[in-house]
C-alpha cells in the first residue's frame, strides 16, 4: 500500500536546529519532494531528493535513504517566520505522475 | 509572473447546487491536478491530467468531475455538492516526462468551500 508518515506537531526554539522526520511506502519511487505551506496559504517547495545523501540549501537541508524509505529534513537557526506546516510527498513510479502526501508536520517556533 | 490562479478564494454554498471552481496557469505545464486538503488528512489528490484531453482519477475522486479541454484550464466541478465536501482545495501543476521528475508542484492560493 502506499503510505507517508511524518509526526503530527513539534516545538523548536528560535535559533535552535530541529529535524523532521518522514518514512514511506510507495508504489515505486521517482524522488522525494518537501514542501512548506503557511496557515491558509499554498504549499510552496523546498527541497527535492532522488538520490540517498544529504542536499542543503541554505537553512535548510534535506537528507534520503530509498533503503530505509526515510527522508528527513533539518532546519538550522530556526526562525519565527518558520513556524509553518511542512509536508513530505513521494512523487511515485507509476506513469501517472502521481505526488502522495504526508499529513505534514506542524512545527511551532518559540521565542 | 508564473503563476496558478484559482478561483474563487472562498465560496459558501448550498447542498445540490452545482458549482465550478477554476484553475489556470501560465507556465505551459502538461500536467494539472487538485487536491482537497483536510485537516489531520494532508492533501488528497481528487482528478490529474497529464495534457490536453487526458484526465484520470486520483484518490477521491467520487462527487467532483473535471475537464481539460485547453492546456491552461483545468476547472473542478461539483454536480451536486454536499456538507462532506467542506474542504480547501488547492490546485497545481507542473512539467511532465522523465526528465521532469524533479520538477515541483506549483499550487494555486486554494479554494476554501463551504457547504451547508
Known amino acids: 500500500g502506499q503510505n507517508i508518515d511524518q509526526p503530527t506537531e513539534m516545538t523548536a526554539t528560535e535559533g535552535a536546529i530541529v529535524q523532521i522526520n518522514c518514512t514511506y511506502q510507495t508504489s515505486g519511487f521517482n524522488g522525494l519532494f518537501w514542501y512548506q505551506q503557511h496557515a491558509g496559504e499554498a504549499p510552496t517547495f523546498l527541497s527535492y531528493?532522488?538520490?540517498?545523501g544529504l542536499e542543503e540549501k541554505g537553512r535548510f537541508s534535506s537528507f534520503l535513504s530509498r533503503s530505509k524509505g526515510y527522508s528527513y529534513l533539518l532546519l538550522k537557526e530556526l526562525q519565527m517566520k518558520d513556524s509553518a506546516s511542512y509536508l513530505c510527498a513521494v512523487r511515485e513510479g507509476t506513469g501517472g505522475f502521481k505526488t502522495i502526501f504526508g499529513a505534514g508536520t506542524r512545527l511551532f517556533v518559540k521565542a | 509572473e508564473a503563476q496558478v490562479t484559482q478561483n474563487p478564494r472562498y465560496l459558501i454554498t448550498v447542498t445540490g447546487k452545482k458549482l465550478t471552481v477554476t484553475c489556470s496557469q501560465n507556465?505551459?505545464?502538461?500536467?494539472m491536478s487538485w487536491y482537497r486538503q483536510d485537516p489531520g488528512l494532508g492533501l488528497r489528490q481528487i482528478y490529474y491530467s497529464m495534457n490536453v484531453e487526458v484526465t484520470d482519477k486520483g484518490d477521491v475522486p467520487e462527487g467532483y468531475k473535471v475537464s481539460r479541454k485547453e492546456k491552461r484550464n483545468f476547472p473542478l466541478i461539483l454536480e451536486s455538492p454536499s456538507p462532506n465536501q467542506t474542504s480547501l482545495y488547492f490546485c497545481?501543476?507542473?512539467?511532465?516526462?522523465?526528465?521532469?521528475?524533479?520538477?515541483?508542484?506549483?499550487f494555486g492560493n486554494g479554494t476554501r468551500l463551504t457547504v451547508t
Open positions: 531528493n532522488v538520490l540517498d
Open positions: 497545481a501543476s507542473s512539467k511532465t516526462g522523465r526528465s521532469s521528475y524533479n520538477s515541483p508542484l506549483h
Open positions: 507556465m505551459n505545464h502538461e500536467y
